[in-house]
């Protein structure tokens, strides 16, 4: 079955560490992505892996993966207050083919 | 190229009508996706093209929805006899497939915000 899973709501201080969490229930999926949406705005990639990877650190993100668990995190280093927007995680199972996507994360960020 | 363009941004319709949205993707994706957003939760595949081919079609898309992308260029959607629970945001996306590019993911446009009233 398809179906991703976040929490809704994490709010920290500027400068801490966030990490936002996922679960997905598809254990074919091969891709699995972070998206970034502002309000009123378009979806932004912020950062991909692949099921065949455990970690992927791209400056301030880090994302790590436990297959087993079917778990996905995205950590987010020095946390600013630009950083505030909903996070979505999102699947897919073949390549080019449709995402399934969790329902977000809003992250605020306190000053 | 500016990215993945949406035509309009935001769409006011009575109940009932009849309204059609505009997709311009990136010029050299092939893949072009449509999905819709409701408040508070994530965006819902609705359907996606390859070239001008209608290769998947979600089954939250009724007899009511249709797609086109006639040259596989722009991509229109159009909502029949327009209902309230159809107010959302509409959002396309592009992709280059084919070539091994597919893990880098998709360009979504900024949406069309459909209110039906």
């Known amino acids: 079955g398809e179906d991703v899973e976040q929490s809704l709501f994490l709010s920290v201080r500027e400068g801490d560490s966030s990490v936002i969490n996922c679960t997905y229930t598809?254990?074919?999926?091969?891709?699995l992505y972070w998206y970034k949406q502002e309000p009123g705005a378009g979806l932004q990639l912020l950062t991909y892996i692949f099921s065949n990877m455990d970690m992927k650190q791209d400056q301030r993100l880090t994302v790590l993966l436990n297959k087993k668990d079917k778990h996905l995190s995205l950590r987010i280093a020095d946390t600013q207050t630009g950083d505030s927007a909903i996070y979505f995680c999102?699947?897919?199972?073949?390549?080019?083919?449709?995402?399934?996507f969790g329902q977000g994360t809003e992250l605020s960020v306190k000053p | 190229d500016t990215g993945v363009s949406q035509d309009p941004r935001h769409k006011i319709t009575k109940r009932g009508q009849n309204v059609t949205f505009r997709c311009d993707p990136i010029?050299?994706?092939?893949?072009l996706y449509w999905y819709r957003q409701t408040l508070g939760q994530g965006p819902e595949f609705l359907t996606y093209f390859q070239n001008e081919a209608q290769l998947e079609k979600s089954r939250l898309l009724s007899d009511r929805f249709s797609a086109e992308r006639p040259k596989g260029s722009f991509s229109t959607l159009e909502i029949q006899r327009t209902e309230q629970g159809d107010s959302a945001m509409y959002l396309c996306a592009s992709s280059l497939a084919g070539t091994g590019r597919t893990q880098d993911g998709y360009t979504f446009g900024s949406g069309t915000r459909l209110t039906v009233v």
């Open positions: 010029s050299e994706h092939n893949r």
């Open positions: 999102a699947e897919t199972w073949n390549q080019g083919g449709k995402l399934i």
């Open positions: 598809d254990s074919s999926s091969t891709y």
